[in-house]
């Protein structure tokens, strides 16, 4: 079982020097990926080519070696070919007719020959004796020039034959880790998922950044999509998952920065830690989930606000992006259930937006703000290797929520304050508590231990997850309200 790796036509086009480093990067990220799935497997460089020679061991994880081929970028395509000395049509027409008798069978087809060297023949030649061959001794239905529903490839370089016998699209691209290093700010919704994967397919070495506001669980479902774009997508290279605490610095963004303004400082302050983080990586870059206007933080006038409390470069690979065509690659690439299912943290949610922020006007709300609160969160950042995730996630539990309440319990309802405001939790008999998400970990140890208490949000998830949160600080006596 033979492969022959087409290069991205963008690499074709590189200088020398370029092109000959963008193949040994390419060819060294296949060996990596390959080897791990069969360590005899031989990938070998060539100057327009890769060539992936598979033994017969190897057949039993065809499957596997195909959909690496595929998720690994800077490849064209792939064609799965059976190598043949040339030495006469009727000697190719005995091996072609072996490989596809069986697949022409009813079918309309075409013969394509594609070759270098010199010889004593034209393609059309090859094409049209092979053609004539296959018709008369395959169950083939007819030869159709131009619109048949298989086409039999062929490929001649001086006196080698590759028929193709499977055409194996690739994701395109360069090679992983032929750029530099970025940060890609993950938090697991559509946005930055498809962000940071666009990021990964253009050959950058992407390390994860997430600014967590949901406790271990609402980490450990980013971890676990961060993992699945790195082992499909990365896997030759070496990254990072790097957590910031961030609950505190939007508890402090909530009490003193002015509504109309709390989207944009909340950026600002995560392209703070961002830069900080870059520079320990020593990435190049961050990139952003945002697209042109699809929230208020995000027109033009507030990205430039935002911008300018970093030198760092900035990059969004979504900017011009529809919504849907977001969605769209989600779910092309296998991520649609991971960002569905993730909860978004809303905590910082302004009544009256302001779209057009000044950058005075910011600097004097963000004046109020208590910047030791970012050094603390920056402190506690958790660094880990991404393919130390699946150990990691094996720690994290789950809990079960609670309908039917007993005299002993206190239900504490941890939304946002506009929301307790504007839909108060009515329960005759049972003790209610309003204590903000952001608040609820730094204040629960101060709460009476003797009672057990249920917590509650809108929709069940942030309520489960600063639950979790608490568990893991040590407490039992914690659980989620659903009613």
Same mark, same amino acid.
């Given at each position: 079982m033979k492969f022959v790796v087409k290069l991205f036509p963008e690499i074709t086009i590189k200088s020398p020097p370029v092109r000959?480093?963008?193949?040994?990067?390419?060819?060294?990220?296949?060996?990596?990926?390959?080897?791990?799935?069969?360590?005899?497997?031989?990938?070998?460089?060539?100057?327009?080519?890769?060539?992936?020679?598979?033994? /017969?061991?190897?057949?039993?994880?065809?499957?596997?070696?195909?959909?690496?081929?595929?998720?690994?970028?800077?490849?064209?395509?792939?064609? =799965?070919?059976?190598? *043949?000395? +040339?030495?006469?049509?009727?000697?190719?027409?005995?091996i072609v007719k072996g490989i596809w008798s069986e697949r022409l069978k009813d079918k309309r087809f075409v013969v394509r020959v594609k070759r270098s060297g010199q010889h004593d023949f034209s393609s059309g030649e090859m094409e049209r004796y092979i053609g004539f061959g296959l018709l008369q001794q395959t169950q083939a239905l007819k030869v159709d020039l131009h619109t048949p529903q298989i086409t039999v490839y062929l490929e001649i370089k001086d006196e080698t034959v590759f028929v193709v016998e499977r055409r194996i699209d690739g994701l395109g691209g360069y090679p992983q880790g032929s750029q530099e290093a970025v940060v890609s700010l993950i938090s697991g919704g559509f946005d930055s998922i498809v962000a940071s994967y666009l990021t990964m397919k253009r050959g950058a070495k992407t390390h994860f950044v997430f600014f967590n506001l949901g406790g271990a669980v609402h980490e450990a479902g980013v971890k676990q999509v961060a993992y699945y774009l790195w082992k499909r997508f990365g896997s030759s290279s070496r990254v990072k998952f790097i957590s910031v605490p961030f609950e505190e610095v939007v508890g402090e963004i909530l009490q003193t920065i002015d509504h109309s303004h709390m989207g944009v400082v909340l950026k600002r302050m995560m392209l703070r830690a961002a830069e900080r983080v870059a520079a320990n990586v020593k990435a190049e870059a961050v990139i952003t989930g945002e697209s042109i206007a699809q929230v208020s933080s995000q027109t033009l006038s507030n990205l430039?606000?935002?911008?300018?409390? %970093?030198?760092?470069?900035?990059?969004?690979?979504?900017?011009?992006?529809?919504? $849907?065509?977001?969605?769209?690659?989600?779910?092309?690439?296998? %991520?649609?259930?991971?960002?569905?299912?993730?909860?978004?943290?809303?905590?910082?949610?302004?009544?009256?937006?302001?779209?057009? @922020?000044?950058?005075?006007?910011?600097?004097?709300?963000?004046?109020?703000?208590?910047?030791?609160?970012? =050094? #603390?969160? +920056?402190?506690?950042? *958790?660094?880990?290797?991404?393919? @130390?995730?699946?150990?990691? +996630?094996?720690?994290?539990?789950?809990?079960?929520?609670?309908?039917?309440?007993?005299?002993?319990?206190?239900?504490?309802?941890?939304? @946002?304050?506009?929301?307790? $405001?504007?839909? /108060?939790?009515?329960?005759?008999?049972?003790?209610?508590?309003?204590?903000?998400?952001?608040?609820?970990? #730094?204040?629960?140890?101060?709460?009476? #231990?003797?009672?057990?208490?249920? +917590?509650?949000?809108?929709?069940?998830?942030?309520?489960?997850?600063? @639950?979790?949160?608490?568990?893991?600080?040590?407490?039992?006596?914690?659980?989620?309200?659903?009613?």
């Open positions: 000959k480093r963008f193949i040994q990067r390419l060819n060294s990220n296949l060996q990596v990926i390959l080897q791990r799935i069969e360590p005899k497997i031989k990938v070998r460089s060539l100057w327009d080519r890769i060539d992936v020679n598979c033994p /017969p061991v190897t057949e039993a994880v065809y499957e596997e070696i195909v959909t690496a081929l595929e998720d690994t970028s800077g490849i064209a395509h792939v064609i =799965e070919v059976h190598e *043949c000395p +040339l030495e006469s049509f009727e000697q190719l027409l005995k430039g606000v935002i911008d300018r409390v %970093t030198e760092c470069l900035v990059l969004r690979p979504l900017i011009t992006y529809d919504k $849907q065509d977001i969605i769209d690659l989600a779910t092309k690439i296998g %991520t649609y259930e991971y960002a569905a299912c993730m909860p978004e943290y809303c905590g910082v949610i302004s009544d009256k937006p302001n779209v057009k @922020a000044q950058l005075n006007r910011v600097q004097e709300e963000e004046d109020k703000f208590n910047f030791e609160v970012l =050094e #603390q969160a +920056l402190g506690k950042t *958790c660094v880990s290797n991404i393919d @130390a995730v699946p150990e990691e +996630l094996k720690e994290y539990r789950q809990i079960t929520p609670k309908q039917e309440l007993q005299v002993n319990d206190i239900v504490v309802d941890v939304r @946002a304050s506009s929301d307790q $405001q504007k839909k /108060p939790l009515n329960l005759p008999g049972i003790e209610v508590l309003t204590v903000p998400f952001f608040q609820i970990n #730094q204040q629960f140890v101060d709460f009476d #231990q003797s009672r057990n208490y249920l +917590l509650y949000c809108e929709k069940g998830i942030m309520s489960r997850l600063h @639950a979790l949160h608490i568990k893991d600080q040590g407490f039992d006596n914690v659980g989620v309200y659903r009613p």
